[in-house]
């Protein structure tokens, strides 16, 4: 599947929000002061498999916006797709 370049940009785009994240994120700051603590320097590389899916038109809308801003999966029913459930199984996410 050919992946417009506007949307690679998005992705990119998101990859460096969730690096952002991670660093602004109050908890993951105070684990790598503890490391410190005991004298190691640390270095994270973290490494994100985004799965795109081009939804059909008689599908579902799939991602929806919730009224905080933040999206949630709608895959009506609350069922997940099979990639969906691969997925998330390799960030060993159950769904039961």
Do not use: C
Request: aromatic share 6%; glycine share 6%; net charge negative.
């Amino acid at each position: 599947m050919e992946i417009p370049e506007n949307l690679r940009e998005i992705v990119d785009r998101l990859g460096v929000a969730l690096v952002k994240a991670l660093a602004n994120d109050e908890s993951s700051r105070a684990l790598v002061q503890e490391i410190q603590a005991y004298g190691f320097d640390m270095a994270l590389m973290l490494e994100a498999t985004v799965a795109l899916h081009k939804r059909n038109d008689d599908e579902s809308e799939g991602e929806v916006p919730n009224l905080d801003g933040e999206f949630t999966l709608d895959h009506g029913q609350g069922q997940w797709s099979e990639e969906d459930k691969a997925f998330l199984k390799t960030f060993k996410i159950s769904l039961e």
